[in-house]
């Protein structure tokens, strides 16, 4: 969802300080109270925060907020052009991400289309649309990533088959795959691409070269990367002779 320049610097503001109250908001951003709190409400019914008494905290990571507000222009056009796969009647997994998640609100017009993910940010974006029948997998709730891990969500992806699995990464490389920081992550991306057709990398292009701590799937294992243009032309080459597809926007 669209966010105001002002939203954008209450945002920053909120992931440096942990908190902010309505009366330093008023007086840093050079508005009124009633201004700054018609913005906390509209940025608690976006799901980027809770009000307090007087102010208002992170209603998710601040590592979260933080990723959502880079390369915003570049993931919402990977989201696009990764939600013009998805046809009618399809079934798909959305794996937690901050582009992945991104998906659903371009599903718009298309008719019973069933989405299982284990992402809360992505279920709040589909959540919006009828048209979409949702699945949350459950299981123990991870704060740094906003999504459902461990093996009660596992066992749920494990129950269906899907034409698409859309996954996130912390980086990717030619030498190392696709990497994450987060081990139980990792698990969740390698059980969507036992149950799923295709896997499809949806990553913005400042995540290329960059190594996570854990290994999760050789590039081979993925059948499409969807990323930006600011690609440089000699990764994309590499990343075609690797034998893996790879569109950009």
């Known amino acids: 969802m669209e966010l105001t320049e002002r ?27 009633v201004t700054i709190r018609s913005d906390l409400s509209d940025l608690e019914f976006k799901g980027f925060l809770s009000r307090t008494h007087g102010g208002a905290v992170p209603f998710i990571h601040p590592h979260i907020i933080e990723r959502q507000n880079l390369a915003v222009e570049e993931k919402s056009r990977i989201a696009k ?38 992402s809360v940010m992505a279920f709040n974006a589909a959540r919006s649309n009828p048209a979409l029948k949702i699945t949350v997998t459950g299981g123990e709730y991870s704060n740094s990533t906003d999504s459902f891990i461990g093996y009660t969500a596992e066992d749920a992806i494990r129950r269906f088959n899907v034409k698409y699995a859309f996954i996130g990464t912390d980086g990717f490389s030619i030498k190392a795959g696709i990497t994450t920081h987060y081990e139980q992550a990792a698990q969740i991306i390698r059980v969507m691409r036992e149950k799923a057709s295709k896997v499809i990398l949806v990553s913005d292009s400042s995540k290329y070269d960059k190594i996570g701590v854990v290994s999760i799937l050789p590039l081979s294992s993925i059948d499409l990367i969807i990323t930006d243009s600011k690609l440089f032309p000699d990764a994309i080459k590499s990343i075609q002779n690797s034998g893996c597809k790879i569109e950009v926007y």
């Open 7 to 33: 939203e954008h610097t209450i945002i920053n503001f909120l992931t440096e300080k942990g908190s902010v109250s309505v009366s330093d908001l008023s007086s840093s951003l050079d508005v009124s109270e």
């Open 81 to 118: 052009a990764a939600a013009a796969l998805v046809q009618d009647n399809d079934t798909i997994m959305i794996e937690a991400g901050t582009t992945a998640a991104l998906i659903p609100r371009y599903l718009t017009g298309k008719r019973d289309i069933r989405v299982i993910t284990n």
